[in-house]
């Protein structure tokens, strides 16, 4: 196989729109050739509309003088449609010839478009010595997905895991522990499904009950948050122990819900602490930051409070403190200048959005953030239980990510076994792990990140509908055919008249690199969920109307090339959503 580029079927009829305007009407050269999917065609075009005033027509007559233009052997047809739209057929050779140069490339004909643009995404972030939980969960399977689909369009990905792993709660945690010889909280000391996160979490509830009561053990405490930060070896040596314990219980999640991110990716607060000072002292140095009440604050310039006064970004506390607003200045400064970022993605939820605006703002009027470089807050919307309220557990505690996996994975062995009762017990396991992992990451991408969602286990695991296990089938019914031709090579023959059904999935194929640009563009995984979902349901109605391993020769063979496509399509666009595509389920 090869690499290389295949241009999209939209691009040649966009390029021979726009060759057509620039003949037909020289004054109108470069515009916009306005080149959409139609159900009322392959292509339709809308230049008329856009065009026809500039030129004094109407865009019925501006039309009629472009599909003249266009009147030629590169389309099979092309009709005047309506006040002024061009309905645009390509020929069937054109398309047979189209989907064989996809299956010979090993990137399906995808361009890199994203090449020598270096991003940085940070996402996922969890706390240390705290349990990842169900607000981890889509920063984590968001930001995973964007960066797989960026690194595949060509971008230069530097993954940011942005571990919030330094502040007073760690003196406290750490005075507990010395002084409580006897808690378990090491992974190797513990005993079931019990992590080295959630014991923690638990001690460290204990410590703060001991903090808010006995005063002598908060002086002990503050003492120790000064050792800290002062890198007092036993101090330091005991925090780093918290950190590699907490990371471990993090990796855990990661593998399970295969998300690239590795111990490299962990660029914890603690490691923008040497950079806060150089950083505030550029700040005041610019006029950018001032004092106000014994603090020292950035005052917006477009944004105001209800007031009507400026909203202000706390640079350092009255008591000499630095807080997230400090670390995320520091943070956005080393990302640009020592990074070299030229794309900063923040995966964050939208009730965070005023802060990365005033940081974005911040940064522009340091000079760190430039016309050269794009920071964009990647929102995203929350995660609601079945009954449309913020997910909890029954006792109204927030619930763990690694039980919230179970639940579904557990869904879906039930699911599975019922269809299949005779599955051995190591495949029920294997496809049941995939099925509910994949159902649960699906689900979240497949609705508008900005948008929040209910988290219904019944309807994601389900086999019918917008799910991550319709699509996880539909690949294996198509590679199950593929099994039972058993053909070594499915050369398309071009002259072969196209059926409707294979003319709207061949279409459909051919829009995949154009789905992955947008995704890029956008960054809304949704767009890909969709696509696929289309793709799969044309796959369908292609399936069902059209005999492949019955058909005669050559037309099985095209056939069962849209089918291998088809399952490679499928494949590949799953795997840039971090989705498994099992071969048998």
Known sequence: MSNHEVLPLSGHVASAVSEAIDRSRPDLAGADPVVRRSEHADFQSNAAFALAKRVGMRPFDLATELATALDGEQFGCVELSGPGFLNIMVPEHAIWEQMSARLASDRLGIAVSQAERRTVIDYSAPNIAKEMHVGHLRTTIIGDSLARILEFLGAEIVRQNHLGDWGTQFGMLIQYLDEHPDATWRHDELTGKTSAASALDDLYKAARKEFDADPAFADRSRARVV?????????????????????????????????????????????????????????????????????????????????????????????????????????????????????????????????????????????????????????????????????????????????????????????????????????????????????????????????????????????????GVYLQYAHTRIRSILRKASDAEMPIDPSIPLAPAERALALELDAFGTTLTDVADTLEPHRLCGYLYDLARDFTT????????????????????????????????????????????
């Not at 037309?555 to 971090?578: D, K």
């Open 227 to 467: 050792a800290l930060q002062s890198g007092e070896p036993t101090t330091t040596a005991r925090w780093q122990e918290i950190v590699d314990e907490s990371e471990n219980s993090f990796r855990d999640i990661y593998n399970r819900l295969d998300v690239l991110l590795t111990p490299e990716d962990s660029v914890g607060e603690s490691f923008y602490n040497s950079m806060l000072t150089s950083t505030i002292n550029e700040l005041v140095d610019a006029g950018i930051a001032v004092e106000s009440d014994d603090a020292l604050v950035i005052f917006s310039e477009e944004v105001t409070g209800p007031d009507g006064s400026a909203v202000p970004l706390m640079v350092r506390k009255r008591d000499g403190g630095y807080g997230y607003d400090t670390t995320d200045l520091a943070t956005i400064r080393y990302r640009i200048h020592d990074l070299k970022a030229k794309r900063l993605l923040y995966v964050t939820d939208s009730r965070q959005a005023l802060h990365f605006q005033l940081i974005f703002e911040a940064a522009r009027r340091a000079g760190w953030l430039t016309d050269a470089v794009d920071a964009e807050h990647v929102a995203y919307g929350t995660v609601l239980g079945p009954d449309g309220r913020p997910f909890k557990t029954r006792a109204g505690g927030t619930v763990r990510l690694m039980d919230l996996l179970d639940n579904a994975v557990e869904r879906a062995r039930t699911i599975v076994a019922e269809r299949d009762p005779g599955m051995a017990p190591a495949d029920l396991d294997r496809i049941a792990e995939a099925a509910g992992i994949g159902a649960v990451k699906y689900a979240d991408l497949s609705t508008s990140r900005v948008k929040d969602y209910a988290f219904d286990v019944d309807h994601m695991v389900s086999f019918t509908g917008n799910t």
């Open 542 to 585: 292609f399936y069902e109307a059209c005999h492949v391993l019955s058909a005669a020769e050559p037309l099985r063979s095209n056939r069962l090339a849209l089918c291998q496509l088809t399952a490679r399509t499928l494949e590949h666009g799953l795997s840039l959503l971090g989705i498994k595509a099992p071969e048998r389920m």
